[in-house]
């Protein structure tokens, strides 16, 4: 189905719409080795041109897509999983030019209660490499910024991102799972002192001065360690960052000459290539005399070709052998990690209730529609009885009469919206729908109809208790999106 018009899509006041579903499909550092990881990055390809893609599927109704290092995930709204399912699918193998073969093994997929609690253990650090560390909280709220930014978001996906934000930041606030060196950066340190023991007397020489590069930096200096080099396509950058450890920035041409000079390199671009190859290092090697080299690349994708490995006398490291210092780093902090699921659990329960009670909106707006439908059937009957009032009188019947629907409605509609069974919601929803029609527009609701204007919410602080619009659980189109597909 091809849509050229966004608005073809919002359901008319009076049609009752159906449930939607939250729905992931993603990779990580769990399901996916790093070859395949750096194939699916989309900060190479662009998430914003990834974003626009992925509008063009009408199964999804909304969309955002969460892009680290380590992981890979679609996010969407939809109303039937599986068609959701096969987009994200389509989407993933076109984007990234990939055969299915190769990418399906490795995929994982939640769905409503399962994919909110994935998402608020991704921002509460419970899923990362390295358990605890923060960065990836700010990453979570990028993607949502971005998503928003480009209208890919609606009233379930911004609910579920503000809720993932507010889960995070209980984990933070209640537990100490994020107290000390808990991040990828503590990790190629800590492998650097398994490697050589005592750091304090060795050259080391740090390739980026982003975050990753600064928070390596800064492990660096805690060890003890005097002989730091900091180099960055950016020199302003490198000097900085050398200040603030009272390391020595070194210029970006000089780049081989001192990895021949350093026992330890460790990069950190966000260079989409590899920045070192065999071909630059083999000469190195050569003038070392024999003299052990050891490179540890926590780039993604990867800054040192995987073929310099090879090399005699090199010991060469990627993300992924930080394994152990990830099972390490478990171990120590299991307890605050049962507090964490604790706190991800409730939170996701809250969000499962507000979720399930969407169920009931079609059905409570469509019993609204109908009752004043009535009222103001029978208002405009007795027109001609009330014309003889003053309009002071007559504003204030019409007043009355709204104020007696609001109140006849009022339990109903709440005891149908704290429901917390589907299946009993469906049964209340259809009890209601056949006694008083509900899917049967009668002629005065259809002359009343309105357009319905979707505004996208703007991002707080305020978690879940932010405002989030509720009309439709559909958003329009992603600025500049390309023609929709099925």
Excluded at 57 to 77: D, F, K, P
Excluded at 268 to 280: E, V
Aim: charged residues 25%.
């Amino acid at each position: 189905e091809r849509l050229s018009n966004p608005q073809s899509r919002i359901p008319t006041p009076g049609t009752v719409r159906f449930f939607m579903h939250v729905l992931l499909l993603g990779v990580s550092h769990k399901t996916a080795p790093i070859e395949l990881r750096e194939r699916i990055d989309f900060s190479a390809g662009g998430l914003h041109d990834a974003l626009r893609a992925l509008a063009r599927w009408t199964s999804l109704a909304e969309h955002a897509i969460v892009s680290t290092c380590n992981r890979a995930e679609i996010y969407g709204a939809c109303r039937d999983p599986e068609l959701g399912r096969r987009a994200m699918l389509d989407f993933l193998r076109e984007f990234h030019d990939l055969e299915q073969a190769a990418l399906a093994p490795h995929l994982y997929e939640r769905l409503d209660g399962d994919a909110a609690r994935h998402l608020f253990r991704v921002a509460g650090g419970l899923d990362s490499l390295v358990v605890g560390e923060p960065q990836i909280f700010g990453q979570v709220k990028e993607a949502y910024a971005v998503a928003s930014e480009l209208q890919c978001v609606g009233p379930i996906l911004t609910r579920l991102f503000h809720w993932s934000f507010a889960a995070g930041k209980r984990v933070r606030t209640e537990t100490q799972l994020a107290e000390g060196a808990v991040s990828v950066g503590y990790a190629a340190v800590s492998l650097a002192r398994k490697i050589f023991g005592d750091l304090t007397r060795r050259r080391v020489l740090v390739v980026g001065a982003g975050e990753m590069g600064k928070l390596v930096a800064l492990h660096l200096r805690a060890q003890g360690i005097d002989r730091i080099l900091i180099t960055s396509r950016t020199a302003a950058h490198a000097h900085a960052l050398a200040n603030s450890v009272s390391g020595t920035a070194v210029p970006w041409e000089r780049l081989l000459a001192s990895v021949g000079d350093a026992d330890i390199v460790i990069t950190a671009t966000g260079a989409t290539t590899p920045i070192l190859a065999r071909g630059q290092l083999e000469g190195i090697t050569r003038s070392r005399r024999h003299q052990p080299l050891f490179l540890i690349d926590i780039g993604l994708p990867r800054d040192i070709e995987p073929a310099v490995g090879e090399l005699e006398d090199v010991f060469l490291y990627n993300i992924d052998d930080l394994q152990s210092i990830v099972r390490d780093n478990l171990s120590r902090r299991q307890a605050e990690v049962r507090r964490a699921e604790a706190i991800v659990g409730e939170e996701t329960e809250r969000f499962l209730a507000w979720f399930r009670s969407r169920d009931a909106i079609p059905t409570v707006v469509a019993l609204r529609q109908r009752f004043e439908a009535v009222r103001r059937s029978e208002l405009e009957r007795l027109q001609p009885k009330l014309a003889a009032l003053p309009l002071e009188t007559r504003n204030r019947v019409d007043e009355i009469t709204r104020l007696i629907i609001e109140k006849l409605l009022l339990t109903p509609t709440e005891q149908l919206k704290s429901l917390g069974d589907p299946a009993l919601v469906t049964t209340y929803a259809d009890a209601l729908n056949r006694l008083f029609s509900l899917t049967q527009e009668s002629d005065s609701t259809k002359s009343d109809r309105t357009e319905v204007e979707y505004r996208n919410p703007v991002e707080s602080d305020a978690g879940p208790d932010a405002e989030a619009p509720e009309a439709n659980g559909l958003r329009p189109a992603a600025a500049n999106a390309p023609p929709k597909r099925p």
